[in-house]
Protein backbone atom coordinates (compact mmCIF):
# COMPACT_ATOMS: atom_id res chain seq x y z
CA UNK A 1 0.00 0.00 0.00
CA UNK A 2 1.22 3.41 -0.73
CA UNK A 3 -0.53 6.76 1.18
CA UNK A 4 -0.17 9.85 -1.27
CA UNK A 5 -0.50 13.43 0.84
CA UNK A 6 -0.46 16.63 -1.11
CA UNK A 7 -1.41 19.29 1.24
CA UNK A 8 -3.91 18.00 3.88
CA UNK A 9 -5.32 15.85 1.32
CA UNK A 10 -4.47 11.91 1.14
CA UNK A 11 -5.20 8.69 -0.33
CA UNK A 12 -4.00 5.57 -0.53
CA UNK A 13 -3.28 2.90 -3.18
CA UNK A 14 -3.54 -0.61 -3.21
CA UNK A 15 -0.07 -2.82 -3.63
CA UNK A 16 -1.78 -4.37 -6.51
CA UNK A 17 -2.20 -0.16 -7.71
CA UNK A 18 1.24 0.51 -7.04
CA UNK A 19 2.74 -2.56 -8.86
CA UNK A 20 0.48 -1.47 -11.93
CA UNK A 21 1.47 1.65 -12.16
CA UNK A 22 5.76 0.44 -11.44
CA UNK A 23 5.15 -1.31 -14.64
CA UNK A 24 5.45 2.01 -16.29
CA UNK A 25 6.82 4.34 -13.94
CA UNK A 26 10.33 4.07 -12.01
CA UNK A 27 9.31 6.33 -9.21
CA UNK A 28 5.85 7.57 -8.65
CA UNK A 29 7.16 9.97 -6.78
CA UNK A 30 9.56 11.31 -8.88
CA UNK A 31 6.51 11.59 -11.57
CA UNK A 32 4.10 13.39 -9.46
CA UNK A 33 7.15 16.36 -8.66
CA UNK A 34 7.85 16.78 -12.51
CA UNK A 35 3.97 16.17 -13.59
CA UNK A 36 3.16 19.34 -11.11
CA UNK A 37 6.50 21.32 -12.08
CA UNK A 38 5.18 21.09 -15.12
CA UNK A 39 1.41 22.15 -15.01
CA UNK A 40 2.55 24.87 -12.82
CA UNK A 41 5.36 26.15 -14.73
CA UNK A 42 2.85 26.07 -18.17
CA UNK A 43 0.00 28.12 -16.40
CA UNK A 44 2.29 30.50 -14.97
CA UNK A 45 3.25 31.02 -18.79
CA UNK A 46 -0.08 31.48 -20.03
CA UNK A 47 -1.40 33.96 -16.77
CA UNK A 48 2.06 35.93 -17.61
CA UNK A 49 1.13 36.10 -21.25
CA UNK A 50 -2.27 37.11 -20.67
CA UNK A 51 -1.82 39.60 -18.07
CA UNK A 52 1.58 41.25 -19.30
CA UNK A 53 3.33 42.02 -22.75
CA UNK A 54 6.74 39.75 -21.28
CA UNK A 55 8.09 36.91 -22.48
CA UNK A 56 7.39 34.62 -19.11
CA UNK A 57 11.19 32.98 -20.86
CA UNK A 58 13.50 35.95 -20.49
CA UNK A 59 11.85 36.41 -16.69
CA UNK A 60 12.99 35.21 -13.30
CA UNK A 61 11.12 32.34 -11.59
CA UNK A 62 10.77 35.29 -8.60
CA UNK A 63 9.06 37.76 -11.40
CA UNK A 64 7.28 35.10 -12.62
CA UNK A 65 5.97 34.44 -9.23
CA UNK A 66 4.89 37.62 -8.61
CA UNK A 67 3.22 38.54 -11.54
CA UNK A 68 1.28 35.32 -10.46
CA UNK A 69 0.73 36.13 -6.87
CA UNK A 70 -0.94 40.34 -7.98
CA UNK A 71 -2.94 38.52 -11.08
CA UNK A 72 -6.60 38.61 -10.42
CA UNK A 73 -7.20 35.54 -12.57
CA UNK A 74 -9.63 33.02 -11.01
CA UNK A 75 -8.77 29.90 -9.84
CA UNK A 76 -10.48 26.60 -11.04
CA UNK A 77 -12.34 26.84 -7.71
CA UNK A 78 -14.26 30.17 -8.27
CA UNK A 79 -14.95 28.99 -12.16
CA UNK A 80 -18.28 28.22 -12.77
CA UNK A 81 -18.84 24.55 -13.82
CA UNK A 82 -20.58 24.43 -17.22
CA UNK A 83 -23.92 23.00 -17.20
CA UNK A 84 -24.39 23.87 -13.20
CA UNK A 85 -26.25 26.69 -12.52
Known sequence: MLTVTIGAESFALTDGQVKAINVELMDITEYVKNMLTMKAWQQAHEIVLADTNKNPKKLSQTE??????????????????????
Open 64 to 85: IDQIVLDSKVLLASERPIPGID
